[in-house]
């Protein structure tokens, strides 16, 4: 009796073990990833303003400016918005980290319908040397113009071409306008 109990713990160990590196594994660490918005100092920049709205992604790349940074946003609709990251608590977080972005320093954020905000490597992952994935018709869909694949950014899935792998998805924190933005992996 004592053996069938230790037996259900061992199995209930082994579950939740289970559980949670399957969880793990749907986060990318091929490329590194490191970004951070402070957006109290960017309240109404498209980034932020996008992530109140559901079906609305933007691709995100950073650069560095005479040693400040600065980031680039563009939409659905391939409006494109560069926001000076100026403030010393940003400046202080890239010149440590340096500036990584996935494969391509460019990760694509927004809200999507059933999973809340979600961000994406901006490249296609069945493709050796990445690349960049464009915005289909204004779409919460992006493509591969090199191996046709189309991928679901809701879902993050394959909806049109051959099988393969989903996009490289990174971790996302953000409580709200006014608070800080990160996604890593
Ligand atoms: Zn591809």
């Given at each position: 009796?004592?053996?069938?109990?230790?037996?259900?713990?061992?199995?209930?160990?082994?579950?939740?073990?289970?559980?949670?590196?399957?969880a793990?594994?749907y986060i990318s660490?091929?490329?590194?990833c490191s970004f951070r918005l402070?957006t109290?100092?960017?309240?109404?920049?498209?980034l932020v303003?996008s992530l109140?709205?559901?079906?609305?992604f933007v691709?995100v790349?950073?650069?560095?400016?005479?040693?400040?940074?600065?980031?680039?946003?563009?939409?659905?609709?391939?409006?494109?918005?560069?926001?000076?990251?100026?403030?010393?608590?940003?400046?202080?977080?890239?010149?440590?980290?340096?500036?990584?972005l996935g494969?391509?320093?460019?990760i694509i954020i927004g809200q999507t319908?059933?999973y809340g905000i979600q961000a994406f490597d901006?490249?296609?992952?069945?493709?050796?040397?990445?690349?960049?994935?464009?915005?289909?018709?204004?779409?919460?869909?992006?493509?591969?113009?090199?191996?046709?694949?189309?991928?679901?950014l809701?879902?993050s899935?394959?909806?049109?071409?051959?099988?393969?792998?989903?996009l490289m998805r990174y971790y996302v924190g953000y409580q709200g306008?006014?608070t800080l933005l990160e996604v890593h992996n």
């Amino acid at each position: 009796m004592k053996r069938t109990g230790i037996q259900i713990a061992l199995a209930i160990c082994c579950y939740f073990l289970l559980i949670s590196c399957e969880a793990e594994s749907y986060i990318s660490r091929k490329y590194a990833c490191s970004f951070r918005l402070y957006t109290e100092y960017h309240t109404t920049c498209m980034l932020v303003e996008s992530l109140d709205q559901p079906q609305t992604f933007v691709k995100v790349s950073l650069s560095s400016l005479n040693g400040g940074y600065r980031m680039n946003a563009t939409n659905q609709q391939n409006k494109s918005e560069t926001i000076i990251l100026s403030n010393e608590i940003e400046k202080q977080y890239y010149s440590n980290m340096g500036i990584n972005l996935g494969a391509k320093n460019l990760i694509i954020i927004g809200q999507t319908t059933f999973y809340g905000i979600q961000a994406f490597d901006g490249t296609c992952p069945n493709c050796s040397n990445t690349p960049e994935l464009s915005w289909v018709e204004k779409s919460a869909k992006v493509k591969c113009n090199q191996c046709q694949r189309v991928y679901d950014l809701n879902t993050s899935a394959i909806l049109e071409g051959e099988n393969g792998d989903a996009l490289m998805r990174y971790y996302v924190g953000y409580q709200g306008r006014g608070t800080l933005l990160e996604v890593h992996n």
